[in-house]
T-cell receptor, first 109, second 117 residues
Framework: KNEVEQSPQNLTAQEGEFITINCSYS?????LHWLQQHPGGGIVSLFM?????KKHGRLIATINIQEKHSSLHITASHPRDSAVYIC???????????WGAGTKLIIKP | EPEVTQTPSHQVTQMGQEVILRCVPI?????FYWYRQILGQKVEFLVS????????KSEIFDDQFSVERPDGSNFTLKIRSTKLEDSAMYFC???????????????FGPGTRLTVL
């Protein structure tokens, strides 16, 4: 059983659309991370959250600890947002990050 | 802006050979990590390192793997006798606090692509 599940696996949208990517997890966590992996492979941390909501520019991340669920939203999407978005959870008890499989997002102009 | 660097960007080696992947974490960070990503698969945690010792390691990190901080700036991952299945992208990361115990962001290097022939 996967400890971190993301949906959808792939998402193609038109420029300007509102994007939602979901993440569910089954373990106790201290923090949840959203990361972006570019086509070249580089990984950039977008958010780390343990409760509530965070916003950075056009990106919004929310987490519901009771439901063990988080969402990443992109407003006014742009082709440069095309990347793989990965949810990873920091375990309660150790230093590990458990990674989801990622959502491949393509924004068409 | 400070960044994590990794060398080489691509390493090709023969099966059975030893490889050392190098990372220079952000200078005031205290916690260091190695991850790997086999092509087309998810990123997997290998090991975390703090205060000159391993804090946590995954099942993947067996006796063939070792990590070291030889000189206070470099953080290395050694694979003693490479196997075909070690072919992957290896990412180094650093943070000023550990993920599990405090709220902090991990900063990732660009990765080293290891190809074992």
């Amino acid at each position: 059983k996967n400890e971190v599940e993301q949906s959808p696996q792939n998402l193609t949208a038109q420029e300007g659309e509102f994007i939602t990517i979901n993440c569910s997890y089954s373990v106790g966590i201290s923090a949840l991370h959203w990361l972006q992996q570019h086509p070249g492979g580089g990984i950039v941390s977008l958010f780390m959250l343990s409760s509530g909501k965070k916003k950075h520019g056009r990106l919004i991340a929310t987490i519901n600890i009771q439901e063990k669920h988080s969402s990443l939203h992109i407003t006014a999407s742009h082709p440069r947002d095309s990347a793989v978005y990965i949810c990873a959870v920091g375990m309660d008890s150790n230093y590990q990050l458990i990674w989801g499989a990622g959502t491949k997002l393509i924004i068409k102009p | 802006e400070p960044e994590v660097t990794q060398t080489p960007s691509h390493q090709v080696t023969q099966m059975g050979q030893e490889v050392i992947l190098r990372c220079v974490p952000i200078s005031n960070h205290l916690y260091f990590y190695w991850y790997r990503q086999i092509l087309g698969q998810k990123v997997e945690f290998l090991v975390s390192f703090y205060n000159n010792e391993i804090s946590e390691k995954s099942e993947i990190f067996d006796d063939q793997f070792s990590v070291e901080r030889p000189d206070g700036s470099n953080f290395t991952l050694k694979i003693r006798s490479t196997k075909l299945e070690d072919s992957a992208m290896y990412f180094c990361a650093s943070s000023s606090n550990p993920v599990g115990l405090a709220l902090d962001t991990q900063y990732f290097g660009p990765g080293t692509r290891l190809t074992v022939l």
